[in-house]
């Protein structure tokens, strides 16, 4: 049996705008794109509200496809996905088109598109909350410059922004450092500890072994489900080389271990 | 000036007007996908439809939307070769089509001359097909400003584009449909060959000054329209034909586009898309 529920916790045009109880449970699941053979099985964990989960795995090992199964776009071949509020996806600022004349204001504003009926315009209250969303990650005088000028850290936070307007309970994060400079970085470091003690779950999809340390638990998918939990447990020699297998270099005896093979594509 | 006063130039008028306007604005959406090539396949490829519908006797409008299916038709089936690429197959059967036009053209019964079906007859049209004509222009302009904000999140970031409510593969399918119609509705003014003139020249020039997506919808629409007025008068006063003036126009605006902001046509980089690769054809 697959089912796929999504409770929304909260509504749209709440003042107050906090998911009550974000969660994510996943029990035995497969799924696979058409007919093939499924691009990832096995994988079952549960995300409380607050959490946050690094998602490793090398190319190929199906972050993706566990991040398209939880949007609903991927049906589950087996398995069960129960999900506790809106789920945004926040891609990487470099798979959007840079060259279309959209400012970071109109970007964070796609995020009310799907509540908003199609003969009507955004509603002055999504406005608002889009400058609110902006003004949260730091941009508030930047609403106006165009998404394809603003710097990749810039860009990744107006995306957080707009996941914020969808009002997204679960957050899935794609890369959300790659290609950012240190300052970003610590900014939207910021902004995610912010988030989850909202009590929103985040997913954060990376390459980086030591930046997963940062997080609540470690999934490791290779084609399937290697390890869920802790990253005291998960992010040991041997689980790491069940997940990358020879792709992984160790640094400093394992302190320091980068996956190499950035940016899937 | 004759324009003023002549009854049949100021319907001509208005109708061209209309149809550079939905033309300009669709234009910008066509470049901003990357399917310029698609609007220059659909307006070919109708060309036996046009010549049938000729020897028929029906409505050249029937016969345009009737080669247009046709065509989309094919392609779609010569895609489903995976040895095929995408764009020889666009290639093959727009070019089969074009040839089996010119032929079913040059023979003796057809009563309308290859060159009114090449290069349209603005002023020998008649005042039903020209009202359908506008009505189809208006009724793509109103799709477009409809479907605005999908148009927007399924260009700027398919990616995400689900999550939003946006479907990308439904919304650039909508738009080849109303490339479709568009065409459909141009193609008795402009011709077949002349209609992609108005399709992408005003909405590159309006990629290149304009600075947000509104401007440069409305700037291309602006410009289509003034294309058509443009020629229009031009081929009134110096008595040349009208289709090419229009599209003479079109392209004068965008090489002064071009001096105005000499840098690269937003948006309008990158590789060109054949249409069924729009629609997930395997490459």
Redesign the interface.
Known sequence: MTAVTADRTFSASAGERRPVDAHVVVAGLAASYGAGPPALRGVGFEARAGQAIAVLGPNGGGKTTLFRALLGELAAAAGEIAIGGAVAYVPQTERSRLDFPVSALDVALMGAYARTPWYRRVAAADRALARASLARVGLAEHERKRFGTLSGGQRQRVLIARALVQDAGVLLLDEPFAGVDQTSERAIMGILDELRAEGRVLLIATHDVDQARRWDRVLCLRGEQVAYGPPSQTLTNAVLEATYGAEIVMLDCGHRAVAIQHHPH | MAILHSGLLQRALLEIVVLGAACGALGVWLL?LRHAYAAESLAHAMLPGLVLASLAGAPLLLGAAGGVLVTAALIALATRDARVGSEIAVGVVVTTAFGLGAVLALSPQVPVGIDRLLFGDLLGTATSDLLTAGGLAVAVGACLA??H??L??A???P??A?????QPPRVELALLALLAIAVVAAVLSLGNLLVFALLVAPAAAAMRV????R??ILLAAGLGSLSGLLGLVASSELDVAASGSVALAAVALYALAAIAAPRTP??A?GARRSPMEALGAPR
């Open positions: 901003h409809v479907g904000r999908r927007a999140v260009v700027f970031d990616v995400s689900p999550s939003l409510g946006v304009g600075r947000s997506l401007a440069q937003r948006g980089s």
